[in-house]
Structures are given as C-alpha cells and as structure tokens.
C-alpha cells in the first residue's frame, strides 16, 4: 500500500443521465448514473485501491451515493453520508436545461461564483454558504481523522469551493474550471494548511476519452 498521510481526496460522481442530457439537476432526484458512469465509477475505484484510503464520506443525492456505493465495495470500506458534501440547491432553475437557463436568464454559472444578487433572488444556495459547509466538513474530519486519508464523494461546484478557497480563484477562473466526472482533486493537509496535489486525476485511459 501506499502511504500518502494525510490526504483529502475529493471525487466527483460519475457520469449521470443529467449530464448527458445537459440538465440542472442540483438537488432533484430521478438522475441515476448512465451505464458508463457505472463504469467509471469502478474504474477509479480500482485506480484508489492502492492509496489507503480510512474513510469514505459521501453526498446524499443519488448520483453521488451510487458513485460512493461502488467505489466503497471496490476498496472495501463502507462510506457515511453528510449533507455538507451534497449538491448547491438550484432553486427556480432545478431541472432545467442548461440552453434554456442561459436564453432566458444569461450566464447563471458566471453569476454564481461572482454572488450576483439574482442568485439568492431565485432560490440558488450561495457559493460563500457552499465554501463555509464543505470547509466546515474538512476540519471536521481533521479532528476526527487525524493522520487519515479521507475521500469524500460529491459535485463540481463543492469541489470548486475548496478550490476557490486553497486557491483564491477568481469567479472567471472557477466558471472556466471544468471538473471531470469520476475524476478526483487531491488535497494535502500538512501542518493545518492545505495544498492542491492533483486536480481531475483519473484512470489514464481516459485522458484520451474526455
């Protein structure tokens, strides 16, 4: 086994049929993951086998979960759900696709990372309530799991917020900041202070695919 203590290994869900219709799902139920994010998600699995992981936490919506199922039998752990890795609620704009959200409202994704008033506006949980939780889950497995390396199963936008965070990424560079499906970002936890090691890291068969 490899000893990489102490990491923070952030995994996006696999593919799920919202992202290949190119719907906002955000928080909606009835998104499961495609035949090939099944495939995905045992393929990183097999890629975090060798790098010890002690914990596995992951989002409650479904498409998380089922990533987070396949990838704990992969590895042999059972995995916890916590709702501070879940998706950002989209408000008004759950479920719509993303054609029909930019015709009619602009560039809700840029708005979001800039906190445009429309976005509270409408329902969508702001990015700083989004880099609050999941900073908030990080010292919170600090505490607990010192020493450990811990993988949490969720969503771009969570993703980003620690990115922005680690970072301090500007709202234009995180809107540009595409975060694979089933790929992970890597995080180092030394001495309280984080650092980014890998970012979109996944199987290298599908560098070529993506």
Not at 65 to 80: F, P, W
Not at 110 to 120: A, D, G, S, T, W
Not at 145 to 161: A, Q, R, Y
């Amino acid at each position: 086994m490899v000893s990489l203590l102490p990491f923070f290994l952030f995994l996006r869900h696999a593919q799920a049929t919202n992202n290949v219709h190119r719907i906002l799902a955000g928080r909606s139920t009835g998104y499961p993951l495609t035949d090939l994010g099944a495939q995905q998600a045992e393929k990183i699995g097999d890629f975090l086998k060798p790098l010890s992981i002690s914990r596995i936490y992951s989002s409650p919506i479904e498409r998380a979960e089922q990533t987070a199922k396949i990838v704990s039998t992969k590895i042999g752990l059972d995995y916890n759900v916590d709702e501070r890795l879940t998706e950002i609620d989209m408000g008004v704009f759950s479920g719509m696709f993303y054609d029909e959200m930019f015709a009619k409202h602009g560039n809700i994704f840029l708005k979001f990372y800039q906190e445009n008033p429309i976005v509270e506006k409408n329902g969508i949980e702001p990015f700083a309530t989004v880099k609050k939780r999941v900073l908030d889950m990080i010292n919170h497995c600090s505490r607990k799991h010192n020493g450990e390396n811990i993988l949490f199963v969720t969503h771009m936008d969570p993703i980003k917020s620690i990115l922005s965070t680690v970072l301090q990424l500007k709202s234009e560079s995180l809107y540009e900041l595409i975060i694979r499906n089933a790929s992970l970002t890597i995080l180092k936890n030394e001495q309280s202070n984080l650092s980014v090691v890998a970012i979109n890291s996944m199987c290298s068969e599908r560098y070529s695919q993506e």
